[in-house]
């Protein structure tokens, strides 16, 4: 069975290679009995026949008919040359080139004004801008190109270019982006019934689903595009989807149908002859029984998968096996062939300059040496690899290197610098559940949003379109109407009558319509606005709750500490204090024991402001005046404010109505707000407190200002979190408890600041 399949597929490629090898002497023939414009059309065609065979040749049958069309002024045949150049320079991997013919070939088509040909160029210039991974230019290109698409109606291109930008917005991670241009592809190409461009974008909608870990949906639509591809007998396009049905199986675990779909796609692959997708399904099945722990078995379909790699020469493909490889073989304790193959992968990504490979793999050597305490030659390599992992944000990475580096330095018992990367392991851990898995959430409720959006709108659209086809059959019932006036004048008046009446009717329904159109406009744009105040406060919730479950371990932390260092801390002052009282010490011994005295007061109101933070406020609200409040803190500071050369200027009008407070914590907050606002400015400047009552009228706004050094925004999002200043002498919790104060009251703080400007601090609290 084998050798009659090797046999079909050489027979298949010796038709190819006989049906390329016609078509090219077709088109020499052609250019010898052809002149002026005809040849060269005639040297372009045969020109862009050689791009992928022999890209050289392209250059050099480019350039004649370059030379022919500027001879005999021929623009479009000028302009196909170059593009043709751009052609030649992209498979030869010189993208740069590449840019500036196609470029070039652009400007010329633009002045000729061939809408199609345009299309191409720009299509050109977008695909090279996706492989130099400059995305953001690709989507101007396809943008453009899409634009004229639209003008000319033309629906198989529009829907094409969607799919273009779609994939771009994919790779963005901007799946939202990417799953409404798929979703106006796929509407389009139902339209127009090309059933194998349906499966095509089905696929591509189940893949954007399962980057949204919605896998439902991801399933829904690669069955879907599987029926469709088993309709129109597309063996490609089955064995394509069945190892995405493969992939989505694998990511929720379920290894037995993962494997089913991933041997059934590669029946179908050996039996078309394509070996860069049987060597894909290889390793993927490799993987499968690496998750399983077979490893025995895995290392078989992995070196399977890199032989064919080898024989087709797939430098991408030789790197992931040979990764996948060592790793096996570390997983079986066989350290020198894991190294041997972890090498070999590295040196396959660095050729192919693929960042990502090469960070994983330095970090999978790095732990070969760590299993084998040779930790210096392990450092070597996964600084390299924290290198690149900062460089690409590769967070999941940056954690293991920031873990491992940790285990050495414990290992060679530096257990502070061991500390040190320990944080940094946790940081980077901590910001991507808060982060990652927040952008995933929100944008699978998004997802779910843009889908229910979409869906109403096809139902105004039907609605809309009814309720046209309504008005259309009573304007034709009046056309025939005003033709039966011809029949007599006998009846003249009451046709008179009958049409007046239904122009009556008709005006009244069509007013009627387009209130129900404005209504119902009215209507979608406030369940929007609705939609999108419902999703920042669910943000806003998420980002408290977090915020509050780190408050309250730092407070429990700080509790802890600070009862365990209090009483040893006020043994140390007290033996201090009677070494002075007691003995008659002189000199030295008297100021160190004066030192230890002053020190052990100062960790002592540290201590308290610890236990401030930490220990559960009793707030005992009752009605009082804020004015009085703010008048009473500034004349406990108006001493300082003149000493500092500050100016208070105090905007609070007394007849603000009273609110629910406790005195005693506002007054506290309010006085360290003003506090931090007096330090912000040491060479003077002008503080301002406003107070006004806010729109809603159920709470006030009081805004604190000053014309300071301000806070950069890097240190804007942590001025609330314990422990974090930027003073030498600060202990970092008087924003933090302030902080707290505030929400004791439920009320709100919002910080404004520009560097060298100075800071606003809102504070609303509720009427009472």
């Known amino acids: 069975m084998k050798k009659i399949i090797q046999i079909l ?16 002497d077709s088109l020499k023939h052609n250019i010898k009995i052809s002149t002026g414009i005809d040849k060269v059309d005639a040297i372009n065609q045969i020109s862009k026949a050689y791009w ?8 050099e049958y480019s350039n004649e008919a370059l030379k022919l069309a500027l001879k005999i002024g021929y623009e479009k045949g000028r302009a196909k040359a170059i593009s043709n150049i751009g052609g030649g320079y992209y498979y030869m991997g010189d993208f740069e080139q590449a840019i500036k013919y196609f470029k070039e070939s652009l400007e010329i088509r633009l002045e000729i004004g061939d809408k199609m040909e345009i299309i191409i160029a720009l299509n050109n210039i977008a695909i090279v801008y996706e492989d130099m991974n400059q995305y953001n230019n690709a989507l101007e290109y396809y943008h453009r190109s899409l634009e004229i698409e639209e003008k000319i109606e033309n629906k ?9 930008i779609g994939i771009i917005y994919q790779k963005l991670s901007n799946y939202n982006k990417a799953l409404e241009c798929f979703i106006k592809s796929l509407r389009i190409y139902e339209e127009i019934e090309n059933k194998n461009a349906i499966a095509r974008t089905q696929g591509s909608i189940g893949l954007i689903y399962g980057n949204l870990t919605n896998y439902d949906k991801a399933l829904e639509y690669h069955l879907k595009a599987l029926n469709l591809y088993k309709e129109t007998n597309d063996t490609f396009g089955l064995s394509n989807t069945l190892c995405n049905i493969g992939i989505i199986y694998d990511d929720i675990g379920n290894h037995d149908m993962a494997l089913k779909y991933y041997l059934e796609a590669l029946k179908m692959e050996e039996e078309l002859g394509d070996i860069f997708s049987v060597a894909s399904s290889l390793n993927n099945i490799g993987i499968i029984y690496d998750d399983l722990g077979k490893f025995d078995k895995a290392l078989e379909y992995y070196l399977r998968s890199l032989k064919l790699y080898e024989e087709i020469g797939n430098d991408n493909g030789i790197a992931d096996v040979s ?21 070999k992968s590295l040196e396959g990504y660095r050729k192919i300059g693929r960042k990502k490979g090469i960070a994983a793999t330095l970090n999978n050597i790095g732990k070969i040496y760590y299993k084998t305490s040779e930790y210096d030659k392990a450092q070597q390599y996964l600084k390299q690899a924290l290198k690149l992992a ?8 940056m954690i293991e290197i920031y873990e491992r580096f940790a285990a050495i330095h414990s290992a060679k018992k530096e257990y502070k610098i061991a500390l040190d990367y320990y944080k940094m392991y946790s940081t980077v851990k901590d910001s991507i559940f808060s982060k990652e898995r927040m952008e995933i959430i929100s944008g699978m409720e998004t997802t779910y949003e843009v889908q229910l959006l979409l869906e109403e709108q096809e139902k105004e659209i039907e609605l809309l379109q009814k309720d046209n086809e309504i008005y259309k059959l009573k304007t034709e019932k009046q056309k025939l109407t005003m033709l039966l006036l011809y029949f007599g004048l006998a009846i003249l008046l009451v046709l008179a009558f009958v049409v007046y009446y239904r122009y009556k009717l008709n005006k009244k329904a069509t007013l009627l319509l387009e209130k129900l159109v404005a209504e119902r406009t009215r209507d979608l744009s406030q369940t929007n606005i609705k939609l999108k105040k419902e999703i920042l406060e669910r943000e806003q919730l998420q980002s408290q709750l977090i915020r509050s479950e780190r408050l309250a371990g730092i407070g429990e932390l700080a509790a802890g500490i600070a009862h365990e260092i209090r009483n040893p801390l006020g043994n140390i002052s007290s033996s201090a204090q009677i070494c002075l009282n007691k003995y008659k010490a002189t000199g030295e011994i008297k100021q160190f024991l004066g030192i230890i005295q002053e020190d052990s007061e100062k960790a002592n109101a540290i201590i308290k402001g610890l236990l401030d933070f930490a220990n559960p406020r009793e707030v005992k609200l009752k009605s009082d005046s804020v004015s009085k409040m703010i008048n009473k803190v500034i004349a406990s500071v108006n001493a300082r404010c003149q000493e500092n050369k500050i100016k208070i200027v105090n905007k609070c009008s007394p007849e603000l109505p009273e609110i629910l407070m406790d005195t005693k914590w506002i007054e506290q907050a309010f006085l360290n707000f003003i506090l931090n606002a007096i330090q912000a400015m040491p060479d003077g400047g002008d503080l301002t407190i406003e107070g006004n009552m806010a729109k809603d009228k159920k709470h006030l706004t009081i805004i604190i ?64």
């Open 52 to 59: 992928q065979i022999d890209p050289e040749i392209t250059l």
């Open 156 to 164: 198989d291109g529009i829907a094409g270019v969607l799919n273009n």
């Open 390 to 397: 900062k460089e690409i944000q590769v967070r999941d990475l």
């Open 323 to 343: 990764n996948n490889i060592g790793v096996v073989y570390d997983n079986m304790e066989n350290n020198s062939k894991a190294l041997k193959y972890l090498l």
């Open 705 to 768: 200002s000053d014309t300071g050094v301000g806070i950069s925004g890097k240190n804007l999002t942590k001025i609330f979190d314990p422990f974090f200043t930027t003073r030498e002498d600060g202990v970092g919790l008087g924003l933090s408890l302030c902080h707290q104060i505030i929400a004791d009251h439920n009320g709100q703080i919002h910080i404004e600041s520009k560097v060298n400007q100075g800071t606003r601090i809102i504070i609303s609290l509720p009427v009472s």
């Open 9 to 24: 597929i050489l027979f298949l490629f010796s038709t190819l290679l006989f049906s390329n090898t016609a078509k090219l």
